[in-house]
């Protein structure tokens, strides 16, 4: 068992909608005995939050489950547990390898898993309001990352 976790700053937009996209992903390829996802913030700020209503609206237009999401906040346990911690920006990336020890071999760029779109980040959609170009992003990279982790 494998277990991924989708980080990004609010744990409330970016990440649940990574979370949800691979947990369908895996679902729908009948994985599910392989892989454990999960997500986590690095601020914490929304802790015990649900999702932000864009992230929601784009999940259920797309009829992707999304039960029992709770926002939590990164913690060394949770990145110890983690086999792959993988981050929505270069923020997001260096706050987990400053705050966290025994990170760096693990620790990855969501953009990394979709090079042909040209991102460097996740946009986070808390600014841009663009849920439509986060789940671009994000559905190609959850995509590309199962195939890796699949081999
Ligand atoms: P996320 O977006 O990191 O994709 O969940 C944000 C959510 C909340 C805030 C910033 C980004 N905030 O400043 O509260």
């Keep these: 068992m494998k277990k991924i976790t989708f ?3 609010g744990n409330i937009c970016r990440s649940p909608m990574a979370e949800f996209v691979m947990k369908d992903l895996i679902k729908k390829n009948k994985l599910e005995e392989f892989f454990f996802v999960t997500s986590a913030g690095t601020s914490g700020e929304h802790d015990g939050e649900g ?10 237009s797309l009829n992707i489950k999304h039960q029992n ?5 990164l913690t060394q346990k949770l990145c110890n547990e983690s086999d792959f911690l993988i981050t929505m920006d270069n923020s ?9 020890n025994n990170v760096e071999n693990k620790l990855l760029k969501m953009t990394d898993f979709a090079p042909d779109l040209g991102y ?3 946009p986070d959609p808390w600014y841009s309001k ?7 992003i994000i559905s190609l990279a959850c ?7 699949k081999k």
Excluded: A, Q, R
Aim: charged content about 30%; glycine content about 2%.
């Design 120 to 122: 460097n980040e996740v």
């Design 69 to 73: 999401f709770k926002s939590k906040k």
């Design 143 to 149: 995509e590309n990352l199962l195939n890796f982790l």
């Design 92 to 100: 997001n990336f260096n706050n987990v390898l400053k705050k966290f």
């Design 51 to 60: 999702m932000h209503f864009g992230t929601k609206t784009k999940l259920e």
């Design 130 to 136: 663009n849920f439509d170009e986060t789940y671009k």
């Design 7 to 9: 980080i990004c700053l």
